[in-house]
T-cell receptor, first 116, second 114 residues
Framework: QKEVEQNSGPLSVPEGAIASLNCTYS??????FFWYRQYSGKSPELIMS????GDKEDGRFTAQLNKASQYVSLLIRDSQPSDSATYLC????????????????FGTGTLLAVQP | ETGVTQTPRHLVMGMTNKKSLKCEQH?????MYWYKQSAKKPLELMFV???????ENNSVPSRFSPECPNSSHLFLHLHTLQPEDSALYLC?????????????FGPGTRLTVL
């Protein structure tokens, strides 16, 4: 079982629709979850972080977390062609490295294509 | 300069060359990371430095050698690489020791090994 699983896509949605991106993880002790957006040829950009069960909204983005189901999702409302990118789910490992630093475990990402 | 910067942005090298990648963070963070990103694969964590001490070495071949002279700078020294080492190399930083570990990435170095 992969540590962080995402559907690779592509997920194709029409402009103005809601895009729903999903992620499951295996580490039950994880407490912090992140969504990164990565445009082709660019580096990942942090767009959302969520730490508690429920929803967290930021503009057109809503992150949803259900720790009991080990599931995190990202909703993008009013999708725009500029949202077309790969979305990476990242989960903070419950295993602590030196210096109280924890590593992030990334999924392979979901490619989102918003059709004009 | 703001955020995390990386140089060079593109690098082509032969298998016998020696080169170095440089990363600098301007965020006041105390943890820095090297990742490798290859097509169709998740980001692979290579090295982690916290407070200038290496705390993770993720079974990376010895032809990759990291160096962290201070909390703002991170280097990745490369020698006798293989073509399969061609990838995007990403540096990131975070405020280690906190609960949240938001990591911020630099623009990356696109490495091609001939």
């Amino acid at each position: 079982q992969k540590e962080v699983e995402q559907n690779s896509g592509p997920l194709s949605v029409p402009e103005g629709a809601i895009a729903s991106l999903n992620c499951t993880y295996s580490d039950r002790g994880s407490q912090s979850f992140f969504w990164y957006r990565q445009y082709s040829g660019k580096s990942p950009e942090l767009i959302m972080s969520i730490y508690s069960n429920g929803d967290k909204e930021d503009g057109r983005f809503t992150a949803q977390l259900n720790k009991a189901s080990q599931y995190v999702s990202l909703l993008i409302r009013d999708s725009q062609p500029s949202d077309s990118a790969t979305y990476l789910c990242a989960v903070r490992s419950s295993y602590t490295l030196g210096g109280a630093t924890n590593k992030l475990i990334f999924g392979t990402g979901t490619l989102l294509a918003v059709q004009p | 300069e703001t955020g995390v910067t990386q140089t060079p942005r593109h690098l082509v090298m032969g298998m016998t060359n020696k080169k170095s990648l440089k990363c600098e963070q301007h965020l006041g963070h105390n943890a820095m990371y090297w990742y490798k990103q290859s097509a169709k694969k998740p980001l692979e964590l290579m090295f982690v430095y916290s407070l200038e001490e290496r705390v993770e070495n993720n079974s990376v071949p010895s032809r990759f050698s990291p160096e962290c002279p201070n909390s703002s700078h991170l280097f990745l020294h490369l020698h006798t690489l293989q073509p399969e080492d061609s990838a995007l190399y990403l540096c990131a930083s975070s405020q280690g020791g906190g609960s949240y570990n938001e990591q911020f990435f630099g623009p990356g170095t696109r490495l091609t090994v001939l």
